[in-house]
C-alpha cells in the first residue's frame, strides 16, 4: 500500500494573507472569537502558529484580545446539567481553588485561546467567569478594573474595546461566539431582562473567598440570527474571507453593539427562565 500523502499545510502566512484579505492591519485592536477544527487541514505549530499569524499582521503597535471564560467556577447548588447533589455542595465549595488569572483555565473557549492566554507577554483580566486575554500597548487599559457586577457591561473590557473602536474578527465561528453582542443586552430594553446574581471564588490577599456579584440574564441564543441580520442590513460594515475552509468575518465593534442595540430593543423577549 502506498504511504499516504499529507495534505497542503495550512501555514501561518497562508493564515496572515488570509487576514490581511480581511482587512487586518498594523495598529489594529482587535476581539477574536476562533476555532481551530475550521481550517480543515493541519496547522504545523498548532494554535500558537495562529496566534503568531493575527499578532503578524496587527503588527507590535496592535492590541489582540481574546474571550477567555471559565464558567466552571461556579457555585453547586446552580449546576443543571448534571445537578450537583445537595449533600456535596459545602464539600464543592470547600475544595474549589480560587481564580487566578495566571493559573485558571478557559471553559470551552478553544485552544487558540488557551494558547494566547499562556503565551508571552499576555495579560488575563480578574473577573473570574467572564475574563478577557489581552498584549499589545492597549492591553492594560481594556484589562483594568473589569467589574465583577455586570461583568460584560460598560466598566469591563467590551466597554474599553467599544471606546476604543477596535473591530471584532470571527475566525471560522459564527456569531453565536460573538460576545460584543452582550454588551447590546447591557444597553438594550427588552421584556424578561432582569438582575440575578452568581457567586464565584476569588483570591483577597491571599486568601480564598467566595463572592457574590450582580448581573443580568444574558444568552446568546439568538445572536446568529442578530449577526446574519447584520450582515443583511444594507448599512452595516463587515468584511468576510474564507482561509482555507475556515470562514472569517470582520466588523466594527461599535457598529454591531449599536445594531444589535436596536435588535434586542426589537426582537427578543426572553422566558423567565432564561
Same mark, same amino acid.
Given at each position: 500500500?502506498?504511504?499516504? &500523502? ?16 480581511? $482587512? ?18 493541519? @496547522?504545523?505549530?498548532?494554535?500558537? %502558529? ?91 487599559? &481594556? ?23 477596535? /473591530? ?5 465561528? $459564527?456569531?453565536?461566539?460573538?460576545? #460584543? ?6 444597553? %438594550? ?6 438582575? @440575578?446574581? /452568581?457567586?464565584?471564588?476569588?483570591? #483577597?490577599? $491571599? ?10 440574564? &444574558? ?23 474564507? &482561509? ?31
Amino acid at each position: 500500500m502506498a504511504d499516504a &500523502i499529507i495534505e497542503r499545510p495550512v501555514t501561518r502566512s497562508e493564515i496572515a494573507e488570509g487576514l490581511t484579505k480581511l $482587512g487586518l492591519r498594523p495598529g489594529m485592536t482587535i476581539l477574536v472569537h476562533s476555532s481551530m477544527k475550521s481550517f480543515g487541514g493541519w @496547522v504545523p505549530g498548532g494554535p500558537p %502558529a495562529v496566534v503568531l499569524a493575527l499578532q503578524d499582521v496587527i503588527g507590535p503597535e496592535g492590541t489582540l484580545v481574546m474571550p477567555a471564560q471559565s464558567m466552571d467556577l461556579t457555585d453547586p447548588s446552580t449546576w443543571m446539567n448534571p445537578p450537583a447533589d445537595a449533600k456535596w455542595w459545602d464539600l464543592i465549595r470547600d475544595e474549589m481553588p480560587a481564580y487566578e488569572p495566571d493559573f485558571t483555565e478557559t471553559a470551552g473557549m478553544g485552544v487558540i485561546v488557551d494558547a494566547f492566554r499562556q503565551s508571552k507577554n499576555t495579560r488575563r483580566s480578574r473577573h473570574p467567569h467572564v475574563s478577557f486575554a489581552a498584549s499589545g500597548p492597549m492591553a492594560s487599559y &481594556i484589562l483594568e478594573d473589569h467589574c465583577y457586577d455586570y461583568s460584560l457591561g460598560e466598566q469591563s473590557p467590551l466597554g474599553r474595546l467599544y471606546e476604543l473602536d477596535a /473591530h471584532v474578527v470571527l475566525l471560522g465561528c $459564527g456569531h453565536e461566539r460573538n460576545t #460584543s453582542f452582550h454588551l447590546a443586552e447591557y444597553r %438594550a430594553r427588552y421584556e424578561g431582562k432582569e438582575e @440575578v446574581q /452568581h457567586r464565584a471564588p476569588v483570591l #483577597s490577599n $491571599g486568601v480564598k473567598q467566595w463572592i457574590t456579584y450582580r448581573d443580568y440574564n &444574558i444568552s446568546s441564543d439568538d445572536f446568529q440570527k442578530l449577526g446574519l441580520d447584520y450582515e443583511q442590513s444594507a448599512v452595516s460594515p463587515y468584511h468576510k474571507v474564507q &482561509i482555507r475552509w475556515a470562514p472569517c468575518f470582520m466588523a466594527p465593534q461599535r457598529a454591531l453593539v449599536d445594531f444589535a442595540e436596536t435588535w434586542l430593543s426589537t426582537n427578543r423577549k426572553m422566558d423567565k427562565e432564561t
